[in-house]
């Protein structure tokens, strides 16, 4: 049986952003701060770190309720036994990812336009990441950014929960929740920033403000 989520606070953990206080600490931080999913993102690692960070992050996030999520590494993600994996667009086919993840753990997929939304299967992913909504220097592949009115469109065509992301801080929460979006996916709101802990509760009080 799939975990439950709350995409409303989704912290996409940086290696490189996180340095100083570490992914693992940065992310156990967080979640003392409000953030409901965490992202292990690391694209120079290679799968053996993953794993490695990624079983050191399930300990630090035992009984907290966070969900943790890898990205893109099938492999890691199955051996972690995370809750989920996400997967962009020219990762791997959908239908293959949830054939080797199984039915029990969550499946997320990011899409840049409403017709990549739209075509989004609810049977086999669980959630979107959508936007990008402005240009981020953590993702310098990510495509064009589409703005607020993009986001929002996604969001429509979508048939699944979406989760803004790219560029994302508090300033921006408020916006991103009226176009649609469940919730913000933020990396350097928080990954860098000198007490996490702050940081997260600074973005939990603007989604706290801007949910009905």
């Known amino acids: ?28 931080r967080a979640v003392a701060g409000g953030a409901t999913m965490v992202q292990l993102r690391d694209k120079t690692g290679g799968t053996a770190a993953m794993i490695e960070t990624g079983r050191a992050l399930k300990r630090a996030l035992a009984g907290t309720g966070a969900r943790l999520i890898v990205n893109d590494d099938v492999e890691a993600a199955v051996a972690i036994s995370a809750d989920g994996l996400h997967i962009g667009q020219g990762d791997m086919a959908v239908a293959e990812a949830r054939a080797r993840i199984g039915e029990g753990m969550l499946l997320g997929l990011s899409v840049e336009s409403p017709a990549l ?14 936007g990008p ?36 801080k508090a300033d921006h929460v408020a916006h991103a929740l009226r176009a649609g979006a469940r919730g913000v996916a933020v990396v350097s709101a928080i ?19 801007a949910v009905p």
């Open 1 to 28: 049986m799939k975990p439950a989520f709350d995409l409303s606070l989704y912290l996409v953990l940086d290696p490189g952003l996180c340095a100083g206080i570490g992914m693992v600490d940065t992310a156990r």
């Open 133 to 168: 909504v402005f240009a981020t220097p953590s993702k310098p592949d990510h495509k064009a950014p589409v703005g607020f009115d993009g986001l929002a469109a996604q969001i429509a065509a979508s048939t699944v929960p979406a989760v803004a992301i790219g560029g994302l």
């Open 191 to 209: 990954c860098g920033q000198p007490d996490p802990e702050a940081a997260a509760r600074v973005l939990r009080a603007e989604i706290a403000a």
């Open 117 to 130: 939304a739209a075509a989004v299967d609810p049977h086999l992913v669980d959630y979107i990441g959508a």
